[in-house]
């Protein structure tokens, strides 16, 4: 087979071609830090990557899911809190007016503070945080309590539970159920904690010894209620703790495995880069030699 002058130019320049593109593939693993910038540069670590990096964007979203469902749930106990000591004051107020010893106007003046104590709960149950009223169900725009002359109604309340994703097939409540806290507000029946507030100050308004006892064991029903909601809370806020270690534990697993997947070797790429640099440099010194000379170098 007879080699001839163009085939001899031809393998070279193919040749050289190659090795400029393998520089080049290694000159944008390095500015890119990845193996593969083409899906056509390795199609099985690019099928891994894109399962790997789906499996990293659920869990950040479950992530941002479980950081609003503790925003809630830190409001929730923290407005549960402020009711709690709002009623214990309340409760104080009762045993101190239960006494014989105070007359109607000292019981005039602890009624004062006992409706200052009502509307400041009614403030409470209406707590608003980034544009939504946590203690209204599913209806978080509308405020689920209001007061009209004394009286607090709840005509647009909400029981409905928050539920939000937190996990796959995991999903935690985040709100709290009103009745459990404020009781029940259907018709006429006195099974709220308001209405039991209202017969608080109706008996001191009346000066009735025997009334304002009686009250005494209803705001301590409603505390046990309040107390008995922010357990349940509490229970729920333990399990997202679970959650949130879970979902850290599988982030970093996850990015890792994507990590060893994608990224590169830096000095073994370098490494690659530096050899092929030399492989670039002897084929072009080789070439110069193996192109035909002209007739100036037979000359010279």
Request: no cysteine; net charge negative; aromatic share 4%.
């Amino acid at each position: 087979m007879r080699v001839t002058q163009s085939m001899l130019s031809q393998n070279m320049l193919r040749h050289l071609s190659d090795n400029y593109s393998n520089m080049g593939k290694y000159m944008d693993q390095l500015n890119t830090g990845k193996k593969v910038n083409l899906p056509s540069d390795d199609p099985v670590v690019a099928m891994k990557g894109i399962g790997y990096r789906s499996q990293v964007t659920r869990i950040e979203q479950y992530t941002r899911n479980t950081g609003e469902v503790r925003n809630w749930m830190d409001n929730s106990d923290a407005a549960l809190d402020k009711a709690t000591k709002a009623l214990q004051k309340l409760r104080e107020l009762a045993v101190e007016a239960s006494t014989d010893t105070l007359g109607e106007a000292e019981r005039k003046n602890i009624k004062e503070e006992a409706e200052q104590l009502k509307e400041h709960l009614v403030d409470i149950a209406n707590t608003n945080v980034n544009g939504k009223y946590i203690f209204n169900g599913t209806n978080i725009t509308e405020k689920p309590f209001s007061i009209d002359d004394g009286k607090v109604s709840a005509t647009g309340l909400n029981t409905s539970g928050v539920e939000i994703e937190v996990a796959e097939g995991t999903k935690l409540q985040a709100n709290v159920n009103p009745e459990a806290v404020f009781g029940k507000f259907e018709g006429d029946s006195a099974e709220n904690m308001f209405a039991k507030i209202d017969d608080f100050i109706h008996a001191l308004d009346s000066n009735d010894a025997d009334l304002i006892d009686d009250s005494i064991g209803k705001l301590d029903e409603q505390i046990d209620n309040v107390i008995n909601a922010r357990a349940d809370l509490g229970a729920r806020s333990n399990r997202l703790d679970l959650i949130e270690d879970r979902l850290s534990e599988q982030e970093i697993v996850a990015t890792n495995m994507m990590s060893k997947n994608e990224d590169i070797d830096y000095e073994q790429v370098i490494t690659q880069l530096i050899s092929q640099e030399s492989i670039l440099r002897a084929s072009l010194s080789a070439g110069s030699r193996i192109i035909q000379p002209t007739l100036l170098d037979f000359l010279r």
